[in-house]
């Protein structure tokens, strides 16, 4: 199951979509560079399979 979500960007605070694959497990983290500045920021992702929601909090 895919989930469309957003993080901000922890450097240009710019919002940024993206899709997690559930599959992965429902604690997930990895590193995704922002689509506007390039930078890495590491995300920290919880999914909720009942409500097909993921939340994501974002660390430098």
Do not use: H
Not at 35 to 45: G, S
Request: proline share 2%.
């Amino acid at each position: 199951m895919e989930i469309e979500t957003t993080f901000m960007c922890a450097y240009c605070l710019q919002v940024n979509e993206i899709v997690v694959d559930a599959s992965g497990g429902l604690n997930q983290e990895y590193i995704e560079d922002c689509q506007v500045c390039c930078r890495p920021n590491k995300l920290v992702i919880s999914v909720d399979e009942e409500l097909r929601e993921a939340s994501v909090d974002v660390e430098q």
